[in-house]
């Protein structure tokens, strides 16, 4: 217990360090913001834990990781919207949603300057981490191995989004001349 306690408490100040050097890592990415201190949606902890579940605060303001194949957003292809489950920004849509078998709602493709990277060493891993370029939440990780066209698989935390079906479908797109 005590080794995985100290675990999660160097995972957080790793966090707080990607975020203080972000600037110098992810130049690429544009409109993503940059450090902690500049997300347009700010809260303090307090504040996060009286709008977010359980399982959401861990997630979105602790790093955590949802256990694989228990969100129900893994098994959703409808067409729909993927929100911020802490400040509502639309993140991903279901036309860029795929089955990369993990467990987790996979994506080849964020919504434009919706998400940032910072990079993430804990856990004797590099990897990207991605959060929410409005409110800062964590959201998961983003590797090399998705599909065409982008390649990037951006491995999402389902406890960390909303999906909201699309309503306005036409009602008979055949007619359609
Ligand atoms: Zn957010």
Redesign the pocket.
């Known amino acids: 217990m005590v080794t995985r306690r100290h675990f999660a408490a160097g995972a957080v100040s790793a966090i707080s360090m990607a975020y203080a050097v972000a600037p110098a890592l992810s130049s690429d990415q544009q409109g993503a913001a940059p450090s902690k201190g500049a997300f347009p ?1 700010q809260k303090s902890d307090q504040e996060w834990k009286s709008i977010l579940t359980k399982e959401q605060y861990y997630v ?1 303001r602790q790093h955590g990781t949802e256990r694989a194949f228990t969100s129900p957003l893994d098994k959703i292809y409808a067409p729909g919207e993927y929100r ?6 639309l ?1 991903f849509t279901s036309d860029t949603k795929f089955d990369s078998r993990t467990g987790w709602p996979s994506f080849f493709k964020p919504v434009e300057n919706a998400v940032g990277t910072t990079t993430d060493r804990s856990f004797f891993m590099v990897r990207t981490e991605v959060h ?6 964590h959201l998961g990780h983003v590797f090399p191995d998705g599909p065409k066209p982008t390649g990037q698989r951006y491995c999402m935390n389902g406890v960390a989004m909303k999906f909201v079906p699309k309503t306005d479908a036409p009602a008979s797109p055949e007619n359609k001349s």
Request: net charge negative; with cysteine; charged share 5%.
């Open positions: 949606v979105l911020c489950a802490g400040c509502d920004t993140l929410c370029a409005t409110c800062g939440g």
